[in-house]
């Protein structure tokens, strides 16, 4: 059974930072190519952050520079670095795990940016 579980998501002031994490079970993470989506109320999921097996990654245009994609294929964890948080970062941030014919989405983690 293949799982992908979201953590750390919360509550941030404007400004800070925050880490999320997504650990998969059940699939072998290294064959897979890993995103962050969110989606905030009223709105389109969007890509956040995506990286390859091979290590490759790229940026939605209202993210780059502030946040950081990483994984680790030992701890079938991928990770999202979010620095210089915003009030419209605001979502729910879901973990998605591709391959091909295989297509995995966690739970999702709520961030809330506010004062």
């Known amino acids: 059974q293949v799982q992908l579980v979201e953590s750390g998501g919360g509550l941030v002031q404007p400004g800070g930072s925050l880490r999320l994490s997504c650990a998969a079970s059940?699939?072998?993470?290294?064959?897979?190519?890993m995103r962050w989506y969110r989606q905030a109320p009223g709105k389109q999921r969007e890509l956040v952050a995506a990286?390859?097996?091979?290590?490759?990654?790229t940026y939605g245009d209202s993210v780059k520079g502030r946040f950081t994609i990483s994984r680790d294929n030992a701890a079938n964890t991928v990770y999202l670095q979010m620095n210089s948080l915003k009030p419209e970062d605001t979502a729910v941030y879901y973990c998605?795990?591709?391959?091909?014919?295989?297509?995995?989405w966690g739970q999702g983690t709520q961030v809330t940016v506010s004062s």
């Open positions: 059940g699939v072998i993470f290294s064959f897979y190519d």
């Open positions: 990286i390859t097996r091979g290590g490759s990654t």
């Open positions: 998605n795990a591709v391959a091909t014919l295989s297509n995995y």
